[in-house]
């Protein structure tokens, strides 16, 4: 248990289909983060939120859509996918945005099929 | 933030220390050397970071070479469930977000 949870743990869903991912943090973190792991490939930093506010978006395709309506809760907001973004989507936060001690806690992840 | 490099898998009995090394010849005065783990279909786990001093927690040991070029992560009695993805990774720790993995070390402990 890292403090981090997200739901559902998987999710099949068809290309038309629109849902959400979500993500709560138990810790007091001020930042929040989703990234996406494809097979076989390395983690991609996706968004990032300071205090609810989006940092970074790093030229992610509007088809996702990211929210965070306070510092505990993250949704990743999907509609029209394809099936190339079947992926696990991870949720992160940590402490603060930057600073002396940069650690950050993983949820376990929602495995997405896009079929 | 500086590149790393990782052998991309490794073996290691059970009981017996695991030794994972990665070589970060780029990197600068600021940047720290981070290790996460990723078990199979699980978010990554972090498990220890060190700037120059070697360092000691209940999960490993962080080995930093003088020249700060290359370290070694070393979980001292490794068990079955240490079977994971191992990365390493340096950075600035004001440069922001992202913490960039790489491809890793994939670790099979063994009976």
């Known amino acids: 248990e890292t403090g981090v949870t997200q739901t559902p743990r998987h999710l099949v869903m068809g290309m038309t289909n629109k849902k959400s991912l979500k993500c709560e943090q138990h810790?007091?973190?001020?930042?929040m983060y989703w990234y996406k792991q494809s097979a076989k490939k390395p983690l991609e930093l996706m968004f990032v939120y300071s205090l609810e506010e989006r940092v970074e978006n790093n030229s992610v395709p509007s088809r996702f859509s990211p929210e965070c309506p306070n510092s505990s809760h993250l949704f990743l907001h999907l509609h029209t996918l394809q099936p190339e973004d079947s992926a696990l989507y991870l949720c992160?936060?940590?402490?603060?945005?930057?600073?002396?001690?940069?650690?950050?806690?993983f949820g376990p992840g929602t495995r997405l099929t896009v079929l | 933030d500086a590149k790393t490099t990782q052998p991309p898998s490794m073996d290691c009995a059970e009981g017996r220390a695991a030794n994972l090394p990665c070589n970060h010849s780029?990197?600068?005065?600021?940047?720290?050397v981070y290790w996460y783990r990723q078990i199979h279909s699980q978010g990554p786990q972090y498990i220890i970071h060190?700037?120059?001093n070697n360092e000691t927690n209940e999960m490993a040991s962080l080995i930093i070479t003088e020249d700060r070029k290359s370290s070694t992560l070393i979980l001292p009695h490794a068990t079955l469930r240490d079977t994971a993805v191992y990365y390493c990774?340096?950075?600035?720790?004001?440069?922001?977000?992202?913490?960039?993995f790489g491809k890793g070390t994939s670790l099979l402990v063994t009976p």
């Open positions: 780029t990197i600068s005065g600021n940047e720290y």
């Open positions: 990774i340096v950075r600035v720790d004001d440069s922001g977000y992202a913490l960039n």
């Open positions: 060190g700037l120059k």
């Open positions: 992160a936060s940590s402490p603060r945005l930057a600073g002396d001690y940069n650690e950050q806690f």
């Open positions: 810790l007091g973190h001020n930042a």
